[in-house]
């Protein structure tokens, strides 16, 4: 499955970046296949370890905002594997066509 999630702290009245950064970390650590943009994270996984990272990564935010609003998206196809970069190198092969 992949799941593009955001989390955002809410009322800590300074930048979130601090926040965001500790989430993105625990992501880029867990050894899934992830991206990060400007509005989403990206991971891939089995449903069980992609839930368990994105709790992780509220509680991480929560340690620095009381408060925290949580966005997911999942593409749940069980049995694919490589669909975070097959996806995208589609829609580039597309393009380049073009």
């Known amino acids: 499955?992949?799941?593009a999630f955001?989390?955002?702290?809410?009322?800590t009245g300074e930048s979130?970046?601090?926040?965001?950064a500790d989430a993105v970390?625990?992501?880029?650590?867990?050894?899934l296949p992830n991206e990060t943009n400007a509005m989403?994270?990206?991971v891939e996984g089995e449903w069980g370890e992609v839930m368990d990272l994105i709790g992780r990564c509220v509680d991480a935010?929560?340690?620095?905002?009381?408060?925290?609003?949580?966005?997911?998206?999942?593409?749940?196809?069980?049995?694919t594997r490589g669909a975070l970069r097959a996806k995208v190198d589609s829609l580039e092969a597309r393009l380049a066509t073009r």
């Open 25 to 31: 970390r625990l992501v880029r650590e867990s050894g």
């Open 6 to 11: 955001s989390i955002t702290p809410i009322g």
């Open 61 to 79: 935010v929560s340690d620095r905002a009381g408060r925290v609003s949580v966005v997911i998206k999942i593409d749940h196809r069980p049995g």
């Open 1 to 3: 499955m992949i799941a």
């Open 40 to 42: 989403f994270t990206n």
């Open 16 to 20: 979130v970046g601090d926040a965001v």
